[in-house]
Protein backbone atom coordinates (compact mmCIF):
# COMPACT_ATOMS: atom_id res chain seq x y z
CA UNK A 1 0.00 0.00 0.00
CA UNK A 2 1.08 3.17 -0.90
CA UNK A 3 0.40 6.77 0.50
CA UNK A 4 -0.15 9.04 -2.17
CA UNK A 5 -1.05 13.16 -2.24
CA UNK A 6 -2.86 14.37 -5.08
CA UNK A 7 -3.43 17.43 -6.08
CA UNK A 8 -6.22 18.91 -7.77
CA UNK A 9 -6.03 22.85 -9.70
CA UNK A 10 -8.80 24.86 -10.86
CA UNK A 11 -9.60 23.62 -13.99
CA UNK A 12 -9.70 20.01 -12.69
CA UNK A 13 -12.63 20.89 -10.34
CA UNK A 14 -13.77 23.96 -12.86
CA UNK A 15 -17.46 22.38 -13.09
CA UNK A 16 -18.80 19.39 -11.71
CA UNK A 17 -18.40 16.76 -14.33
CA UNK A 18 -14.85 17.59 -13.49
CA UNK A 19 -15.64 16.96 -9.80
CA UNK A 20 -17.10 13.92 -10.63
CA UNK A 21 -13.81 13.23 -13.01
CA UNK A 22 -11.94 14.26 -9.81
CA UNK A 23 -13.51 11.60 -7.30
CA UNK A 24 -13.54 9.09 -9.92
CA UNK A 25 -9.58 9.29 -10.28
CA UNK A 26 -9.49 9.68 -6.24
CA UNK A 27 -11.51 6.43 -6.18
CA UNK A 28 -9.11 4.28 -8.75
CA UNK A 29 -6.06 5.15 -6.73
CA UNK A 30 -8.03 4.10 -3.71
CA UNK A 31 -9.47 0.62 -5.49
CA UNK A 32 -5.43 -0.03 -6.71
CA UNK A 33 -5.14 -0.33 -2.80
CA UNK A 34 -3.45 2.69 -1.96
CA UNK A 35 -4.12 5.70 0.29
CA UNK A 36 -4.92 9.12 -0.86
CA UNK A 37 -5.15 12.88 0.45
CA UNK A 38 -6.64 14.92 -2.12
CA UNK A 39 -5.42 19.25 -2.16
CA UNK A 40 -7.92 21.06 -4.05
CA UNK A 41 -7.84 24.62 -5.20
CA UNK A 42 -10.74 26.70 -5.53
CA UNK A 43 -13.08 25.87 -9.10
CA UNK A 44 -11.76 27.94 -11.67
CA UNK A 45 -12.63 31.73 -11.62
CA UNK A 46 -13.73 31.43 -8.26
CA UNK A 47 -10.72 32.93 -6.50
CA UNK A 48 -11.24 35.98 -8.93
CA UNK A 49 -15.04 36.34 -8.25
CA UNK A 50 -14.25 36.59 -4.59
CA UNK A 51 -11.61 39.55 -5.64
CA UNK A 52 -14.16 41.28 -8.14
CA UNK A 53 -17.08 41.16 -5.01
CA UNK A 54 -14.51 42.39 -2.67
CA UNK A 55 -13.44 45.95 -4.72
CA UNK A 56 -17.09 46.46 -4.88
CA UNK A 57 -16.12 48.30 -1.38
CA UNK A 58 -12.99 50.02 -2.03
CA UNK A 59 -9.88 49.22 -4.62
CA UNK A 60 -7.63 48.45 -1.34
CA UNK A 61 -9.69 45.85 0.68
CA UNK A 62 -8.56 44.48 3.92
CA UNK A 63 -5.85 41.99 3.17
CA UNK A 64 -6.75 40.57 6.61
CA UNK A 65 -10.83 40.12 5.47
CA UNK A 66 -9.66 39.10 2.25
CA UNK A 67 -7.91 36.09 3.34
CA UNK A 68 -11.12 34.83 5.57
CA UNK A 69 -12.93 35.45 2.30
CA UNK A 70 -10.93 33.99 -0.17
CA UNK A 71 -10.20 30.60 1.92
CA UNK A 72 -13.95 29.90 1.19
CA UNK A 73 -13.11 29.12 -2.69
CA UNK A 74 -11.10 26.15 -1.49
CA UNK A 75 -13.40 25.32 1.35
CA UNK A 76 -16.65 25.33 -1.36
CA UNK A 77 -14.42 22.93 -3.12
CA UNK A 78 -13.78 20.27 -0.77
CA UNK A 79 -17.05 19.73 0.37
CA UNK A 80 -17.90 19.06 -3.57
CA UNK A 81 -15.44 16.23 -4.11
CA UNK A 82 -16.10 15.08 -0.77
CA UNK A 83 -19.56 14.80 -1.63
CA UNK A 84 -19.16 13.00 -5.24
CA UNK A 85 -16.69 10.71 -3.38
CA UNK A 86 -19.69 9.59 -1.03
CA UNK A 87 -21.68 9.73 -4.35
CA UNK A 88 -19.02 6.66 -5.31
CA UNK A 89 -19.45 4.82 -1.97
CA UNK A 90 -16.16 6.45 -0.81
CA UNK A 91 -15.40 7.48 2.75
CA UNK A 92 -14.23 11.13 2.67
CA UNK A 93 -13.07 13.80 4.85
CA UNK A 94 -13.50 17.65 3.63
CA UNK A 95 -10.20 18.71 6.06
CA UNK A 96 -9.54 22.83 6.24
CA UNK A 97 -6.34 24.29 6.92
CA UNK A 98 -6.60 24.41 10.32
CA UNK A 99 -8.38 20.56 10.87
CA UNK A 100 -4.93 19.92 8.22
CA UNK A 101 -2.62 21.40 11.04
CA UNK A 102 -1.46 23.90 8.76
CA UNK A 103 0.38 27.04 10.85
CA UNK A 104 1.51 29.96 8.81
CA UNK A 105 3.76 33.26 9.30
CA UNK A 106 3.98 36.00 6.83
CA UNK A 107 1.37 39.24 5.87
CA UNK A 108 -1.76 38.22 5.55
CA UNK A 109 -2.70 37.15 1.62
CA UNK A 110 1.08 36.02 1.52
CA UNK A 111 1.40 33.50 4.15
CA UNK A 112 3.98 30.77 4.31
CA UNK A 113 3.75 27.83 6.09
CA UNK A 114 5.72 27.07 8.83
CA UNK A 115 4.84 23.71 9.98
CA UNK A 116 2.45 21.29 9.93
CA UNK A 117 0.96 18.94 12.66
CA UNK A 118 -0.34 15.78 10.71
CA UNK A 119 -1.99 13.59 13.19
CA UNK A 120 -5.57 14.49 12.67
CA UNK A 121 -5.01 13.88 8.75
CA UNK A 122 -2.76 10.54 9.73
CA UNK A 123 -5.70 8.84 12.18
CA UNK A 124 -8.41 10.11 9.45
CA UNK A 125 -6.38 7.80 6.54
CA UNK A 126 -5.39 5.31 8.86
CA UNK A 127 -9.47 4.89 9.59
CA UNK A 128 -9.88 4.59 6.05
CA UNK A 129 -10.86 7.21 5.06
CA UNK A 130 -10.17 9.34 1.95
CA UNK A 131 -8.95 13.24 2.76
CA UNK A 132 -10.14 16.04 0.55
CA UNK A 133 -7.75 18.79 2.07
CA UNK A 134 -7.65 22.71 1.06
CA UNK A 135 -5.11 24.08 -0.54
CA UNK A 136 -3.89 27.59 -0.12
CA UNK A 137 -4.38 28.23 3.66
CA UNK A 138 -3.57 27.48 6.94
CA UNK A 139 -3.53 29.38 10.08
CA UNK A 140 -1.72 31.75 11.64
CA UNK A 141 -0.41 30.71 15.57
CA UNK A 142 -3.43 33.18 16.78
CA UNK A 143 -6.04 31.39 14.88
CA UNK A 144 -6.68 33.63 11.83
CA UNK A 145 -7.42 32.48 8.70
CA UNK A 146 -4.76 32.77 6.33
CA UNK A 147 -3.86 32.49 2.47
CA UNK A 148 -0.44 31.12 0.92
CA UNK A 149 -0.75 33.69 -2.24
CA UNK A 150 -1.77 32.61 -5.92
CA UNK A 151 -0.26 29.15 -6.31
CA UNK A 152 -0.58 28.21 -3.04
CA UNK A 153 -2.25 24.63 -3.26
CA UNK A 154 0.90 23.39 -4.94
CA UNK A 155 2.84 24.51 -1.64
CA UNK A 156 -0.13 22.75 0.69
CA UNK A 157 0.05 19.58 -1.32
CA UNK A 158 4.43 19.40 -0.94
CA UNK A 159 4.16 20.35 2.45
CA UNK A 160 1.00 17.62 3.22
CA UNK A 161 2.87 14.92 1.28
CA UNK A 162 6.22 15.79 3.60
CA UNK A 163 4.27 16.18 6.40
CA UNK A 164 2.48 12.63 6.20
CA UNK A 165 5.42 10.85 4.57
CA UNK A 166 3.93 10.59 1.71
CA UNK A 167 5.44 8.02 -1.10
CA UNK A 168 4.61 10.47 -3.93
CA UNK A 169 2.76 13.58 -4.95
CA UNK A 170 1.08 14.17 -7.92
CA UNK A 171 0.38 17.84 -9.06
CA UNK A 172 -2.73 16.69 -11.35
CA UNK A 173 -3.60 19.86 -13.63
CA UNK A 174 -4.61 20.35 -17.39
CA UNK A 175 -1.59 19.73 -18.82
CA UNK A 176 0.08 16.37 -19.49
CA UNK A 177 3.56 17.74 -17.33
CA UNK A 178 6.30 19.67 -18.05
CA UNK A 179 7.58 21.15 -21.36
CA UNK A 180 10.37 22.16 -23.08
CA UNK A 181 8.71 25.48 -23.42
CA UNK A 182 4.98 26.47 -23.28
CA UNK A 183 3.24 24.48 -26.53
CA UNK A 184 0.70 27.57 -27.14
CA UNK A 185 3.82 28.99 -27.78
CA UNK A 186 5.97 26.50 -29.32
CA UNK A 187 4.11 24.26 -31.01
CA UNK A 188 7.05 21.88 -31.50
CA UNK A 189 7.69 21.27 -27.75
CA UNK A 190 8.44 18.37 -25.90
CA UNK A 191 7.51 16.57 -22.63
CA UNK A 192 9.65 16.18 -20.50
CA UNK A 193 10.35 12.45 -18.69
CA UNK A 194 11.94 14.32 -15.86
CA UNK A 195 13.59 17.76 -14.21
CA UNK A 196 15.83 18.11 -11.49
CA UNK A 197 14.33 20.07 -8.65
CA UNK A 198 16.65 23.19 -9.44
CA UNK A 199 15.68 22.95 -12.94
CA UNK A 200 12.32 23.18 -11.98
CA UNK A 201 12.90 25.85 -9.37
CA UNK A 202 14.65 28.28 -11.83
CA UNK A 203 12.05 27.44 -14.71
CA UNK A 204 8.83 27.79 -12.46
CA UNK A 205 10.74 31.44 -11.31
CA UNK A 206 11.35 32.61 -14.74
CA UNK A 207 7.37 31.89 -15.63
CA UNK A 208 6.59 28.69 -16.29
CA UNK A 209 2.77 28.25 -15.15
CA UNK A 210 3.26 24.45 -14.52
CA UNK A 211 4.77 25.17 -10.26
CA UNK A 212 4.09 27.59 -7.79
CA UNK A 213 8.18 28.42 -6.85
CA UNK A 214 7.67 27.81 -3.08
CA UNK A 215 6.60 24.42 -3.23
CA UNK A 216 9.56 23.35 -5.76
CA UNK A 217 11.62 24.89 -3.10
CA UNK A 218 9.91 22.78 -0.06
CA UNK A 219 9.86 19.82 -2.27
CA UNK A 220 13.52 19.52 -2.63
CA UNK A 221 13.97 20.80 1.38
CA UNK A 222 12.06 17.81 2.22
CA UNK A 223 12.94 15.33 -0.14
CA UNK A 224 9.20 15.18 -1.65
CA UNK A 225 9.20 13.47 -5.23
CA UNK A 226 6.53 14.84 -7.42
CA UNK A 227 4.97 13.72 -10.88
CA UNK A 228 3.29 16.75 -12.79
CA UNK A 229 0.52 14.84 -14.97
CA UNK A 230 -2.84 15.80 -16.17
CA UNK A 231 -5.92 15.07 -14.35
CA UNK A 232 -7.52 14.41 -17.56
CA UNK A 233 -5.91 11.34 -19.18
CA UNK A 234 -3.62 8.96 -17.63
CA UNK A 235 -0.42 9.31 -19.88
CA UNK A 236 2.56 9.51 -17.17
CA UNK A 237 3.96 12.80 -16.63
CA UNK A 238 6.98 14.54 -15.48
CA UNK A 239 8.88 13.33 -12.31
CA UNK A 240 10.41 16.21 -10.55
CA UNK A 241 12.95 14.55 -8.49
CA UNK A 242 17.20 15.03 -7.19
CA UNK A 243 19.61 15.63 -9.90
CA UNK A 244 21.72 12.51 -10.76
CA UNK A 245 24.62 12.32 -13.17
CA UNK A 246 23.26 11.32 -16.46
CA UNK A 247 21.10 15.01 -16.21
CA UNK A 248 24.29 16.68 -16.85
CA UNK A 249 24.53 15.48 -20.75
CA UNK A 250 21.18 17.94 -21.09
CA UNK A 251 22.69 21.27 -21.64
CA UNK A 252 19.12 22.95 -22.06
CA UNK A 253 16.45 21.52 -20.40
CA UNK A 254 13.87 23.72 -21.15
CA UNK A 255 12.73 27.58 -21.87
CA UNK A 256 10.60 29.88 -20.13
CA UNK A 257 9.06 33.17 -20.37
CA UNK A 258 7.70 35.94 -18.25
CA UNK A 259 5.61 38.52 -19.53
CA UNK A 260 4.77 42.31 -17.64
CA UNK A 261 7.59 42.89 -16.50
CA UNK A 262 8.93 46.76 -16.26
CA UNK A 263 12.52 47.95 -15.27
CA UNK A 264 13.46 50.09 -12.71
CA UNK A 265 16.68 52.25 -13.39
CA UNK A 266 17.59 54.90 -10.29
CA UNK A 267 20.42 57.45 -11.24
CA UNK A 268 22.63 59.51 -9.03
CA UNK A 269 23.43 57.71 -6.50
CA UNK A 270 26.67 58.36 -4.05
CA UNK A 271 29.15 55.57 -4.64
CA UNK A 272 29.08 54.94 -0.64
CA UNK A 273 28.88 51.72 1.30
CA UNK A 274 25.32 51.28 2.38
CA UNK A 275 23.20 52.33 -0.67
CA UNK A 276 22.33 50.19 -2.52
CA UNK A 277 21.41 48.24 1.01
CA UNK A 278 19.25 51.26 2.04
CA UNK A 279 17.35 51.01 -1.70
CA UNK A 280 17.04 46.95 -1.41
CA UNK A 281 15.15 47.05 1.70
CA UNK A 282 12.82 49.89 1.37
CA UNK A 283 11.66 47.80 -1.78
CA UNK A 284 11.76 44.65 0.98
CA UNK A 285 10.11 46.32 3.25
CA UNK A 286 7.51 47.14 0.76
CA UNK A 287 6.95 43.47 -0.05
CA UNK A 288 8.12 43.86 -4.07
CA UNK A 289 9.91 40.99 -5.42
CA UNK A 290 13.14 42.12 -7.60
CA UNK A 291 14.36 40.13 -10.17
CA UNK A 292 17.71 40.43 -12.62
CA UNK A 293 20.05 43.94 -10.88
CA UNK A 294 22.80 45.77 -12.87
CA UNK A 295 24.89 48.20 -10.46
CA UNK A 296 27.35 50.37 -12.41
CA UNK A 297 29.56 53.57 -11.90
CA UNK A 298 28.30 56.40 -14.24
CA UNK A 299 31.09 58.89 -15.67
CA UNK A 300 30.47 61.08 -13.39
CA UNK A 301 31.19 58.64 -10.01
CA UNK A 302 27.84 58.09 -9.74
CA UNK A 303 26.29 54.28 -8.95
CA UNK A 304 23.32 53.61 -10.73
CA UNK A 305 21.45 50.79 -10.74
CA UNK A 306 18.71 48.85 -12.97
CA UNK A 307 16.53 46.18 -11.54
CA UNK A 308 13.34 44.31 -12.81
CA UNK A 309 9.88 43.67 -11.16
CA UNK A 310 6.20 42.59 -12.44
CA UNK A 311 4.89 45.60 -14.13
CA UNK A 312 1.94 45.52 -11.22
CA UNK A 313 4.51 46.45 -8.58
CA UNK A 314 6.12 49.72 -10.35
CA UNK A 315 3.43 52.15 -8.38
CA UNK A 316 4.25 50.56 -5.03
CA UNK A 317 7.73 50.51 -6.06
CA UNK A 318 8.30 54.23 -6.91
CA UNK A 319 6.36 54.84 -3.75
CA UNK A 320 8.47 53.46 -1.70
CA UNK A 321 11.73 54.59 -3.25
CA UNK A 322 11.23 58.30 -3.38
CA UNK A 323 11.39 58.85 0.44
CA UNK A 324 14.86 57.04 0.37
CA UNK A 325 16.36 58.66 -2.52
CA UNK A 326 15.28 61.91 -1.01
CA UNK A 327 17.62 61.10 2.04
CA UNK A 328 20.25 59.33 0.02
CA UNK A 329 21.06 62.43 -2.41
CA UNK A 330 19.07 65.52 -4.02
CA UNK A 331 20.40 64.31 -7.51
CA UNK A 332 19.16 60.89 -7.64
CA UNK A 333 16.46 59.90 -10.55
CA UNK A 334 14.06 57.50 -10.92
CA UNK A 335 13.44 56.39 -14.88
CA UNK A 336 10.68 53.07 -15.24
CA UNK A 337 10.62 51.27 -18.59
CA UNK A 338 7.17 48.86 -19.16
CA UNK A 339 5.89 46.57 -22.30
CA UNK A 340 9.13 44.29 -21.66
CA UNK A 341 9.49 40.22 -20.63
CA UNK A 342 12.19 38.34 -19.72
CA UNK A 343 13.50 34.86 -21.34
CA UNK A 344 15.11 32.28 -19.75
CA UNK A 345 17.09 29.33 -20.89
CA UNK A 346 17.86 26.67 -18.22
CA UNK A 347 19.50 23.38 -17.57
CA UNK A 348 22.27 21.78 -15.25
CA UNK A 349 24.37 20.74 -18.18
CA UNK A 350 25.32 24.53 -18.46
CA UNK A 351 27.67 23.57 -15.67
CA UNK A 352 29.84 21.23 -18.09
CA UNK A 353 28.85 23.11 -21.35
CA UNK A 354 30.96 26.10 -23.29
CA UNK A 355 29.13 28.21 -25.81
CA UNK A 356 25.86 28.15 -24.00
CA UNK A 357 25.29 32.20 -24.21
CA UNK A 358 27.16 32.25 -27.48
CA UNK A 359 24.20 29.91 -29.18
CA UNK A 360 21.53 31.96 -27.40
CA UNK A 361 22.49 35.42 -28.35
CA UNK A 362 23.29 34.10 -31.84
CA UNK A 363 20.05 33.15 -32.49
CA UNK A 364 18.14 35.69 -30.81
CA UNK A 365 20.54 38.23 -33.19
CA UNK A 366 19.66 36.72 -36.52
CA UNK A 367 15.63 36.64 -35.28
CA UNK A 368 16.94 40.49 -35.09
CA UNK A 369 15.81 40.36 -31.49
CA UNK A 370 17.60 42.82 -29.50
CA UNK A 371 18.72 42.06 -25.69
CA UNK A 372 18.13 44.54 -22.67
CA UNK A 373 19.72 43.48 -19.65
CA UNK A 374 21.05 40.03 -18.86
CA UNK A 375 21.55 37.85 -16.02
CA UNK A 376 23.37 34.42 -15.37
CA UNK A 377 23.13 31.51 -12.93
CA UNK A 378 25.34 28.08 -12.49
CA UNK A 379 21.98 26.34 -14.21
CA UNK A 380 20.37 30.05 -16.19
CA UNK A 381 20.73 32.55 -18.40
CA UNK A 382 18.45 35.30 -18.80
CA UNK A 383 17.49 38.25 -21.39
CA UNK A 384 15.03 40.98 -20.96
CA UNK A 385 13.63 41.79 -24.42
CA UNK A 386 10.34 43.92 -25.95
CA UNK A 387 6.89 41.92 -25.10
CA UNK A 388 6.04 42.14 -28.79
CA UNK A 389 9.26 40.00 -29.58
CA UNK A 390 8.85 37.55 -26.79
CA UNK A 391 7.19 34.64 -28.50
CA UNK A 392 9.69 35.06 -31.37
CA UNK A 393 12.59 34.97 -29.58
CA UNK A 394 11.33 31.84 -27.25
CA UNK A 395 10.97 29.88 -30.77
CA UNK A 396 14.05 31.22 -31.91
CA UNK A 397 16.13 29.79 -29.03
CA UNK A 398 14.05 26.98 -28.83
CA UNK A 399 15.16 25.79 -32.43
CA UNK A 400 18.45 26.93 -31.63
CA UNK A 401 18.88 24.19 -29.07
CA UNK A 402 16.98 21.65 -30.82
CA UNK A 403 14.85 21.26 -28.12
CA UNK A 404 12.14 19.35 -29.98
CA UNK A 405 14.55 16.43 -30.07
CA UNK A 406 15.41 14.02 -27.29
CA UNK A 407 18.10 13.28 -26.21
CA UNK A 408 20.55 10.71 -27.66
Do not use: W
Not at 257 to 272: F, H, K, L, N
Amino acid sequence: MALIVQKYGGTSVGTIDRIRNVAARVKRTRDEGNQVAAVVSAMSGITDKLIGMAKEFGENPSEREMDVLLATGEQQSIALVSLALHELGVPALSVTGRQAGITTTGSHTRGRIDAIDPQFMKRSLEAGNALVVAGFQGITPDGLIHTLGRGGSDLTAIAVAAAVGADVCQILTDVDGVYTCDPRIVPNARKLPEISYDEMLELASSGAKVMQSRSVEFAKKYGVVFEVRSSLNDNPGTMVLEEHPDMENVVIRGVSIERSQARVTITGIPDEPGMSAKILCALGDAEINIDMIISNIASDGMARHSFTMHSNDLGKAQAALKPVLAEISGESKIETEAGIAKLSCVGIGMRSHSGVAATMFKALGEAGINIGMISTSEIKIAVTVDETRIEDAARAVHDAFELDKAPA
